[in-house]
Antibody, heavy 121, light 107 residues
């Protein structure tokens, strides 16, 4: 059974940093592209960032480019999101999701339960 | 940047057919997928590559994509289909793009 378990969320002040983690199990992690998708309270889904199977290709939404960094450790079956210069508008539930392919083309077939990030002064 | 537009809400009577549209420039040239999200739950992929269903998704859920519009169709709509639905595509310059979501109400 595929499992994606996010962690690292919390309450942060504007300008602060946070690192999210996603622990994957139940599948061959380095066969798949992975993404972070967020959902602000009561709002829709927003793709944040994605990374291909070996980390050689990454992508970011314009809203986080230059502030967030995605990475993966295939030896540890883990996905990460380093979030710097946090803003109030980054407040959201952050989901880890597995692509159906090795690349970042969307079609996310499995999702975690999410970790909540709140940015507030 | 690339954008996908969905109607905010769609209503359907039980047993009838619900259609949810997703519009974008030359969307038919891209692969579209659809997600279902029920309150308090994570999204679930229901359609990928325009019209393919992941295992476990009933045949009454189908998809199509042509021109500037993709459509998610739910036949014989049931109360359990009431949810938010999001379309999604990939654009070479924007990356992964989601539509704003459509709330399907089964009256």
């Amino acid at each position: 059974e595929v499992q994606l378990v996010e962690s690292g969320g919390g309450v942060m002040r504007p300008g602060g940093s946070l690192r999210l983690s996603c622990a994957a199990s139940g599948f061959t992690f380095d066969d798949y592209g992975m993404s972070w998708v967020r959902q602000a309270p009561g709002k829709g889904l927003e793709w944040v960032s994605g990374i291909n199977w070996n980390g050689g290709s990454t992508g970011y939404a314009d809203s986080v480019k230059g502030r967030f960094t995605i990475s993966r450790d295939n030896a540890k079956n883990s996905l990460y999101l380093q979030m710097n210069s946090l803003r109030a508008e980054d407040t959201a539930l952050y989901y880890c999701a597995r692509d159906l392919t090795q690349d970042i083309v969307g079609a996310m077939g499995d999702w975690g339960q999410g970790t909540l990030v709140t940015v507030s002064s | 940047s690339y954008e996908l537009t969905q109607p905010p809400s769609v209503s359907v009577s039980p047993g009838q057919t619900a259609s949810i549209t997703c519009s974008g420039d030359k969307l038919g040239d891209k692969y579209v997928c659809w997600y279902q999200q029920k309150p308090g739950q994570s999204p679930v992929l229901v359609i990928y590559q325009d019209s393919k269903r992941p295992s476990g998704i009933p045949e009454r859920i189908s998809g199509s994509n042509s021109g500037n519009t993709a459509t998610l169709t739910i036949s014989g709509t049931q109360a359990m289909d009431e949810a938010d639905y999001y379309c999604q595509a990939w654009d070479s310059s924007t990356g992964v793009v989601f539509g704003g979501g459509t709330k399907l109400t089964v009256l």
